[in-house]
């Protein structure tokens, strides 16, 4: 390899790195619940996609091929990560939050996380199991 | 020789937040962060399966890190569903 593709892949890598520590540290630092789910969701992501462009490269220097195995995991992760954040949250708001507490949502629908909830008590309030 | 030193600072980053992850599992708040340490857990173990790939000079590993991510992502899924309608498949 060439002292300039060294660099590049090295670069990459010690990105990857510090990305990923810092997004494990804001895990165990960052205040609250919801404040917490920010870390590992952006930055641990960034610091696989880096570790993974470090691979692709370092793969084309020394053998000449390019592969799109590294290309296909990062982005099969930058497509899950959301989602995960997604249900992670909704769990969390379902557990944690006080339904008074939370922010009117501006509709007759209350919020995604609490929607079960409104229609077993409408379905109470009827006072039939609904079938 | 640069490359070297840096994946064994990048090894070194990732063993860290690996240790820190099974910190948060051991000792978390509530079941959603332990959901979120495991989801990292798992993030953090297929960046060192690539590392160890570009260490060892094969690619028989991203396969097996490709497998680990869907595995990863589906029962993260799976435990968020279960603790949002106590039920996975309804």
Known sequence: MEIWQEIIVAAFLVIAGIFGIVGSYGLIKLPDPMTRLHAPTKATTLGVGGALIASMLYFVFTTGFFSFHELMITLFLFITAPITAHFIAKANLHTNVDRSQVSPTGSERPWAGFESDAAREIAESRGAPDK | ?90
């Open chain 2, 1 to 90: 020789m640069i490359v070297t030193y840096a994946l064994f600072f990048a090894t070194g980053c990732y063993t860290l937040a690996l240790l820190m992850n099974l910190w948060r599992v051991v000792k978390a708040p509530g079941v959603p962060d332990r959901i979120l340490a495991l989801d990292t857990m798992v993030i953090n173990f297929i960046a060192i399966l690539v590392l160890y790939g570009i260490i060892e000079g094969t690619s028989v590993y991203f396969e097996a890190s490709i497998l680990i991510a869907m595995v990863g992502f589906i029962s993260t899924v799976a435990y968020a569903r279960f603790m949002l309608r106590s039920n996975i498949i309804e």
